[in-house]
């Protein structure tokens, strides 16, 4: 795993001037939040800042209740109600029909229309009219994540795109929640450190890339949703500026 060289308060200081940053100069601005543990950290430092930053959801249908009990958490912990943002109904129907429900077990282009219809088309409607959105990515997740920056210019959605905790680690983001009582998905103490849809994720084993249980199946180079990729391309997108750098 890669290691930080920044000590936690000076992670959450940048982080939390990138958020402000954001907040003050790229209005209007959304978070996609994945109701996972790092999410609940920019969760966190939005609404106890009382930053205006929208917080949304994707959420696909096929979502662990665990994942969905998260709205409630947030509601109780924060009054804060958490957008959720749904599949087309009609698109749904069709791919089942002429598919079936799980056939994205059978390919990955399968796999990719799948996560298109419930993941990347909502995706462009909550992300529509605004000028930056945000995300809790990191670039110790994954062999897929290593070139990540905190700013970004996403040409595909036509606007910045921030990845906050883009030099986090999985300590820091576990020491963090630890000592501000953040609440996070039970699942993550169940062997899931990376949450996705239930059929599509799987616990891990001591040692594993912690995506590793993301689309089991599938070749570690492929394991993206596609909601940072463009044309099926894994995006390395420009990056504007690196603040943490
Ligand atoms: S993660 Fe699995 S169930 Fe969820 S949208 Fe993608 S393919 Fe479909």
């Not at 509601?75 to 079936?100: C, F, H, L, M, S």
């Amino acid at each position: 795993m890669m290691e930080t060289t920044f000590s936690l308060p000076e992670l959450i200081a940048s982080t939390t001037a990138t958020l402000e940053n954001i907040a003050s100069e790229f209005t209007p601005a959304v978070f996609a939040s994945s109701l996972a543990a790092e999410d609940m950290v920019l969760t966190d430092l939005i609404l106890r800042n009382k930053l205006s930053i929208g917080i949304f959801t994707l959420e696909t249908g096929r979502l662990h209740a665990e994942t969905l009990g998260m709205l409630d958490t947030i509601k109780t912990t924060y009054g804060y109600d958490v957008t959720p943002y749904r599949p087309q109904p009609e698109a749904i129907a069709q791919y089942v029909a002429q598919n079936g429900l799980n056939a994205f077990y059978d390919s990955v282009e399968m796999r990719k229309e799948c996560c298109r219809i419930r993941k990347m088309e909502p995706l462009n409607r909550a992300l529509a009219g605004n000028k930056a959105w945000v995300t809790g990515q990191r670039c110790a997740q994954s062999v897929t994540r290593a070139e990540l920056h905190v700013q970004e210019q996403d040409e595909a959605h036509g606007m910045v795109k921030f990845n906050p905790l883009a030099d986090w680690s999985e300590a820091d983001v576990w020491e963090y929640i630890r000592s501000n009582n953040v609440p996070y998905n039970p699942l993550h103490d169940k062997g899931y450190p990376s949450i996705g849809c239930e059929p599509c994720t799987r616990a891990i084993q001591p040692g594993e890339d912690v995506r590793a249980g993301r689309w089991w199946w599938e070749t570690p180079e492929s394991k993206e949703c596609g909601l940072h990729v463009v044309d099926g391309k894994l995006v390395r997108i420009k990056p504007v500026a690196q603040q943490n750098a």
